[in-house]
């Protein structure tokens, strides 16, 4: 929606003003309730937790997520004052040790925290591990920004409070599948070598990418899933160069890789110029990983869109904004996570965790007029005044299915050159 179009709508915020005003609070899931109850000048408190991978195998992206969610926490905030409605957001952080047992104990936290609505988790094990144990059960809407397994998309049926602001494995992998075969000249009569660590991650990408593979008219072996807390790769590189495969395709998480990378040297055999990876990954080689196991590279990783009016605010906004320099990717989807999080409670006027899962996908559906983060204020008063708004994510579009999935979205082809990680080109994937 154009600038222009805000100054129709300004009985929005008024109409706005008066329904949270009525609204009960709810803090922390507690009895979040609905419109009227509560009485007059009440509001709406929402906590926001976030589960943030700040140690173990995916730390390198603990904070720069960090620094995107308390980010679009203080847009929430600004906009919500310039709106004229009485919704103020705070968020509160555990790092879950890119381990599902300790996800599980963060999230916890969070919760006796008062956080309402989780951003996260990290790896899709983990994810799932927090959906299991804490979100389904306790009803609390959780929205991933990095977890991409194709089982995700299960949960959703058993509890409506799972949701994910990336793109799924399956449009990945065709992806990756594709790029694979414009790189070796074709798939047919090429054999290619897969495997990766043995968790949700590993497993549905190598399955879906051996699919899209063999779709393609291509052989695999494997996938070879491996133990990613094992004291030695040596045999597992083994196997995986043996045979001498057209290519190799290998799903893991930066720590582990560091020490698969070095066993592949060691064989001898083993050139990154034929690795094809997925999944989001450093901006530049880690330095526990041999340069010679990742540069030359190619990978497929969820995307975001790269330019236009909206990225470079987005740009312009990090670079003035306190902490980390950008590490792509899953910082626009973090960002976008949380501005759903604080949406759905305005849409569902609650903090209730399951009055705000049972908005979330409305915020975002077609029908409405478009609003981005750069509109926040507008969409709030909006959504306050029980009107439909199409939120727009840095991330890309955010029309979430019945799975609480993105329907279509970004997949970036990328190539690490001279140790950094350089975006080739984007694929628009989905529906």
């Known amino acids: 929606m154009s ?41 709406l408190e929402l906590t ?38 009485d919704l103020r957001v705070e968020v509160v952080t555990a790092d879950n040790e890119s381990e599902p047992v300790a996800s599980v104990a963060a999230a916890r936290k969070l919760v006796t925290e008062g956080a309402s609505c989780i951003v996260g988790s990290s790896s899709s094990a983990t994810t799932i591990a927090v959906a299991q144990s804490v979100a389904i059960p306790q009803g609390i809407p959780m929205i991933t920004p990095m977890s991409t397994a194709a089982s995700i998309s299960d949960l959703h049926a058993n509890g409506g409070v799972t949701f994910r602001t990336i793109p799924a494995d399956p449009m990945q992998a ?24 043995d968790d949700a991650f590993g497993q549905g990408l ?4 051996k699919r899209n593979w063999e779709e393609l008219g291509g052989q695999a072996t494997g996938p070879l899933l491996y133990d990613p807390n094992a004291s030695s790769y040596n045999d597992v ?32 055999k083993f050139s990154a110029d034929d690795l094809f990876i997925a999944g989001g990954q450093p901006a530049t080689i880690p330095e526990d990983t041999p340069p010679e196991a990742l540069n030359g590279a190619v990978g497929a990783s969820p995307g975001f869109p790269t330019d236009g009016p909206l990225v470079e ?29 604080a949406l759905g409670a305005v849409a569902a006027q609650s903090t209730d965790g399951r009055a705000i899962a049972e908005e979330l996908i409305a915020p975002s559906a077609p029908g409405g007029p478009e609003y981005s ?41 990328y190539r690490y050159i001279d140790g950094k990680l350089t975006v080739e080109r984007q694929v628009q994937a989905g529906d």
């Open 174 to 197: 065709e992806v990756l599948a594709d790029v694979i075969a414009e790189r070796l000249d074709g798939a047919e009569g090429k054999t290619i070598s897969i495997a990766g660590r």
């Open 206 to 209: 190598t399955s879906e990418i």
């Open 237 to 268: 590189a083994g196997q995986i160069v043996d045979g001498d495969p057209a290519a190799y395709v290998i799903i893991d998480l930066p720590q582990t890789y560091a020490k698969v990378g070095a066993a592949l040297l060691r064989t001898g």
């Open 48 to 85: 926001v937790g976030v589960l943030l991978p700040m140690t173990g195998t995916s730390s390198a992206f603990g904070p720069p997520l960090e620094k995107a969610t308390k980010m679009a926490v203080k847009q929430i905030n600004d906009a919500a004052g310039k709106a004229g409605v």
């Open 373 to 413: 983060y750069q509109e926040l204020d507008q969409a709030i008063a909006d959504l306050g005044a029980g009107e439909d708004v199409d939120f727009q994510g840095v991330s890309g579009p955010l029309d979430l299915d019945d799975n609480g999935d993105i329907q279509a979205g970004y997949v970036n082809v």
């Open 3 to 43: 600038m222009g179009n805000r100054a129709g709508r300004t009985l929005a915020a008024a109409a706005a003003v008066a329904a949270l005003g009525t609204a009960a609070t709810g803090c922390g899931g507690d009895d979040g309730g609905s419109a009227g109850e509560g009485g007059g000048g009440a509001s």
């Open 313 to 341: 605010a987005f740009d312009a906004l990090w670079d003035r904004s306190p902490g980390v320099e950008q590490q792509q990717p899953y910082m626009q989807n973090g960002f976008d996570a949380a501005m759903l999080c």
